[in-house]
């Protein structure tokens, strides 16, 4: 399976409610990173955290990390319509060569308005 | 600035061609990456290139697939022989690659639909 894994694949909820995603992953990391994407195309970067850091926030965003559980989540406050979209994580594996991320499955939210 | 660009945006072709996506990368941004995106479906790694060190083609998922990235800048994924499980959406992505901080631009991606 791969290293990223997200939980649940699918969430739908109602404008102004918050969203909650989990993700995965197996081996020790650098940094885990979370995107998003629209309309299966290009993803867009939200947030890194680094391997020595517990939470982080941005915007209606917040990112907490458990490394000895090996699991990050991603939090969205007081969702809105715009932020319909598939969330993927993506980890930086501690390892000799390059600085390759591995992503997950992602989630896809629907906020309805 | 501008960010990645691909080319061409959507391609059909019929199977047993040959197909060649391009990428342009930010500028400046040492690493690219080709993924592969199926309908529904996460990312797949194809392809990664650093600087001028020999690329990481573990990703590659048969010997039709090859990439080249010349002068550092512009890269080609060319896909030989074309069959319908090719069909999906390519995306590449560029990044610094900097202490510690990767993360990755991504480009619109490029739609294939093998016939």
């Known amino acids: 399976s791969q290293q990223g894994e997200e939980d649940p694949q699918a969430l739908s909820i109602q404008e102004g409610e918050n969203a909650t995603m989990n993700c995965s992953y197996k081996?020790?990391?650098?940094?885990l990173q979370w995107y998003r994407q629209n309309s299966g195309r290009g993803l867009v970067h939200l947030i890194l955290i680094r391997s020595n850091e517990r939470e982080k926030h941005s915007g209606r965003l917040r990112v907490t990390l458990d490394t000895s559980k090996k699991s990050s989540s991603l939090l969205i406050t007081a969702s809105r319509a715009a932020d319909t979209a598939s969330y993927f994580c993506a980890t930086d594996a501690i390892k000799a060569a390059g600085n390759k991320l591995t992503f997950g499955g992602g989630t896809r939210v629907l906020v309805k308005p | 600035g501008a960010g990645v660009s691909q080319s061409p945006s959507n391609k059909v072709t019929e199977k047993g061609k040959d197909v060649e996506l391009r990428c342009d990368p930010i500028?400046?941004?040492?690493?690219l990456y080709w993924y592969r995106q199926s309908l529904g479906q996460g990312l797949e790694f194809l392809i990664y290139f650093q600087g001028n060190s020999a690329p990481d083609k573990s990703g590659l998922p048969s010997d039709r697939f090859s990439a080249e990235r010349t002068g550092g800048s512009v890269s080609t994924l060319t896909i030989q022989r074309t069959q319908q499980e090719d069909s999906a959406v390519y995306l590449c992505a560029s990044s610094f690659n900097r202490g510690g901080y990767n993360e990755q631009f991504f480009g619109p991606g490029t739609r294939l639909t093998v016939l």
């Open positions: 081996t020790s990391i650098n940094n």
């Open positions: 500028s400046g941004h040492t690493a």
